[in-house]
């Protein structure tokens, strides 16, 4: 069965460097989201992208949030200047339609 | 904006026990979904609802997607130990935001 898989699964990096969260969508797949959960707390939007530019993004996705297709099957979250406050788990997903989206297992980013 | 109220936030039931939560929002929404989320997982879609009224089963689990296309509900029946987890619905029109989950407790 087809999913979203994403790399690493776990990230550690000090505050103030920059790190680059790698997913890959399901292959037919048009539309691509990010989320963040904070440990314990709900499921946040983050950004969804559609046809090689950002279709949405929230108040969370700041100048700091960068997103990219850089191939075909690569999609890529960077948060250029790391802070403590974003640590959290980081999930892709991935949607044909627009309608339901599959997650992936999610990326656990600890800023220490 | 587009809030979801979702409650309860949390459940302890028996097993056996059937289980109803539901969903609100001041916005409409094209589809509502139900997901669950097991810990250190991504969550995982159980329901896709399209349509305004419509009600929609898998397995043991029954959601309908209110007639506003504001609410929607998710009842899971005859509840097993591992049915625990978290459940978020959420609603998309362009970007899909959750609800802030109901977590379920099942005991033995």
């Known amino acids: 069965e087809p999913e979203v898989t994403q790399t690493p699964s776990h990230q550690v990096t000090q505050m103030g460097q920059e790190v680059i969260l790698r997913c890959v969508p399901i292959?037919?797949?048009?539309?691509f989201y990010w989320y963040r959960q904070i440990l314990g707390q709900k499921v946040e939007f983050l950004v969804s992208?559609?046809?090689?530019?950002?279709?949405?993004k929230s108040e969370i996705f700041d100048d700091q949030f960068s997103v990219e297709r850089p191939d075909g099957s690569n999609f890529t979250l960077k948060i250029r200047s790391t802070k403590l406050e974003d640590s959290a788990m980081y999930f892709c997903?991935?949607?044909?339609?627009?309608?339901?989206?599959?997650f992936g297992q999610g990326t656990r980013l600890t800023v220490v | 904006g587009q809030q979801l109220n979702q409650s309860p936030q949390s459940m302890f039931i028996q097993e056996g026990e059937d289980v109803s939560m539901n969903c609100t929002s001041s916005?409409?929404?094209?589809?509502w979904l139900w997901y669950k989320q097991d810990p250190g997982e991504g969550p995982v879609l159980l329901i896709a609802?399209?349509?305004?009224?419509e009600l929609t089963s898998n397995g043991r689990l029954t959601a309908q997607f209110g007639i506003t296309r504001k609410d929607s509900f998710l009842n899971i029946s005859a509840s097993i130990p591992s049915d625990v987890g978290i459940y978020f619905c959420?609603?998309?029109?362009?970007?899909?935001?959750f609800g802030a989950g109901t977590r379920l407790t099942v005991k033995p």
């Open positions: 992208f559609y046809n090689n530019e950002i279709s949405e």
């Open positions: 997903a991935s949607s044909q339609f627009r309608t339901e989206a599959f």
């Open positions: 959420a609603g998309n029109n362009n970007d899909m935001r």
């Open positions: 292959s037919n797949h048009l539309y």
């Open positions: 609802l399209y349509k305004a009224g």
């Open positions: 916005s409409i929404f094209n589809t």
